[in-house]
């Protein structure tokens, strides 16, 4: 959000960032009452309120705005994020392309646009937007990594020597060696040079991990006392809310959680919430009284958490079938399954090595702080495996796994058995993602948009002598490779 000069902004945002909302809110208000002009304020308000679990005041908040008079290009550009938030992301795309049309010089601007683009499939006018925003500052070092993103790059055209030269200029720079070193092994990976891909990988995954306070012990720890207190599979009898509409699909990040969830909404009368905390936030407002963390939520009572999940995830907008599809769910499957024992839950399940590796050549954001080292890649893999034997063991049959080789290779039996799990009338064409036309946020957004490929199966093989370090560590750690690892 934009700094604010008035004293109720400044306020506001001070007890917003306290996690103080409801003290939050009336200042918000005061600072846009009456304004004729778009202001950032709005966009300020109608996050709170976007917070606050009051989802359609905060859409009428962005609505009334953008009809304004105009503003400034920040005023389209917060509107433009609490509307993704509101799954209104064609509406997004309009107000990011207004701040950038009124500041055009802003590669910040162009940025947020082009990041829009692809969300939507519009891969040409995100690749145009980036371009547009090197032009404008050659620094802008997220934004060749979204490039190089986009597309399949070939040896007729691709960015490599340009990603090489700049990476020569910039020398030691932190965020130079982040994106640009991701976004030039990403394009030669394309081109099959793999040594020379690997060597950018690492560079750039050590570059990431410099910068992490991280122990891989204290995620260890977390996973193991998960287990320890779900320790029943016992829920809390029915809720007013029909569970059966909600469909989770869980598994590690680059697991192939993104093409379930493209099939899925393929379907009738089915769509996607995204990858969102809904219900990791309901959980922790109603986690209550003493003990630790893990305690509280395993005490939580099921119902608050069922009821401020329907506030959360905007169940009563409409009567679809609703996917939420943050990976990281796999913490709350017991959580999940107490609360909404009816909800549908999909784990998916990669190669151990072609799940690491795929982790370990992806730049997340604040999520996943364990991919970016061998030994943590390998540490928190066994950690997370233990757990899901052990949801495996307690949520049986209510528990429906799809091995991601198996869905690329055989996509319409896999995709037929996921939907009778969840319920779902089966359609064939479901299985062609690339003519799905629905909104995507994740680091696949840009392969969605292609027909299913099999090719990154086993693709680690192709980086075997640079992942001897990876493989020693899972069988130390105890993980089952193939006998040719």
């Not at 070092?141 to 007729?156: D, I, N």
Request: hydrophobic share 40%; glycine share 8%; net charge positive.
């Amino acid at each position: 959000m934009a700094a604010f000069a008035s004293s109720p902004d400044i306020e506001a945002y001070r007890l917003m960032r306290a996690g103080r909302l409801d003290e939050a809110l009336p200042l918000a208000q005061r600072a846009v009452a009456g304004a004729r002009h778009c202001l950032p304020g709005h966009g300020f308000l109608a996050s709170i309120l976007l917070q606050l679990g009051r989802a359609r005041e905060a859409d009428e908040v962005v609505s009334h705005a953008a009809q304004l008079e105009t503003g400034v290009a920040d005023a389209y550009d917060g509107l433009a994020y609490v509307s993704m938030g509101l799954g209104e992301h064609e509406r997004a795309n309009g107000l990011y392309r207004r701040a950038a049309q009124l500041a055009p010089q802003s590669p910040r601007h162009l940025y947020n646009l082009a990041c829009s683009e692809r969300s939507l499939g519009r891969l040409d006018e995100a690749q145009a937007a980036c371009d547009r925003a090197i032009a404008l500052d050659a620094a802008q070092y997220p934004t060749y990594l979204l490039r190089s993103e986009l597309r399949v790059q070939t040896p007729e055209a691709n960015h490599i020597d340009e990603l090489q030269a700049r990476l020569a200029r910039t020398g030691p720079d932190h965020r130079a060696q982040l994106f640009l070193g991701y976004a030039l092994a990403k394009e030669l990976d394309d081109l099959q040079r793999f040594d020379e891909a690997f060597h950018w990988f690492a560079a750039a995954a050590r570059a990431r991990r410099s910068r992490l306070n991280y122990d891989v012990a204290a995620d260890e720890g977390k996973l193991r006392r998960i287990a320890q207190v779900f320790q029943s599979a016992a829920h809390g009898g029915q809720t007013a809310l029909d569970a059966s509409r909600c469909i989770f699909i869980v598994g590690l990040p680059r697991s192939g959680t993104t093409l379930t969830e493209r099939i899925l909404t393929g379907l009738s009368g089915v769509r996607s919430n995204g990858e969102t905390e809904n219900f990791s936030r309901a959980l922790m407002a109603a986690s209550v009284g003493t003990g630790d963390v893990f305690q509280r939520a395993a005490a939580a009572d099921p119902h608050g958490v069922a009821a401020a999940y329907v506030k959360f995830s905007r169940m009563g907008f409409s009567g679809d079938r609703i996917v939420e599809k943050l990976p990281m769910n796999y913490l709350y499957l017991g959580a999940i399954h107490r609360a909404l024992p009816e909800a549908k839950l999909l784990l998916i399940r990669r190669s151990p090595l072609d799940s690491c590796f795929a982790m370990y050549r992806t730049l997340f954001g604040a999520a996943y702080p364990f991919t970016y080292d061998f030994d943590d890649l390998a540490r928190y893999y066994a950690a997370y495996d233990a757990l899901m034997n052990h949801w495996r063991t307690l949520l049986g049959g209510n528990l429906h796994e799809i091995v991601y080789e198996d869905l690329v290779r055989e996509p319409q039996r896999q995709g037929a058995a996921a939907a009778r799990h969840c319920g779902l009338t089966w359609a064939g064409q479901a299985v062609d993602i690339q003519n799905n036309g629905a909104v995507s946020l994740t680091a696949s957004a840009a392969q969605i948009r292609r027909p299913i490929f099999g090719s990154s199966s086993g693709r680690w093989r192709h980086y075997r002598r640079h992942l001897a370090p990876l493989i020693a560590a899972l069988r130390r750690c105890g993980v089952t490779l193939p006998e040719d690892a």
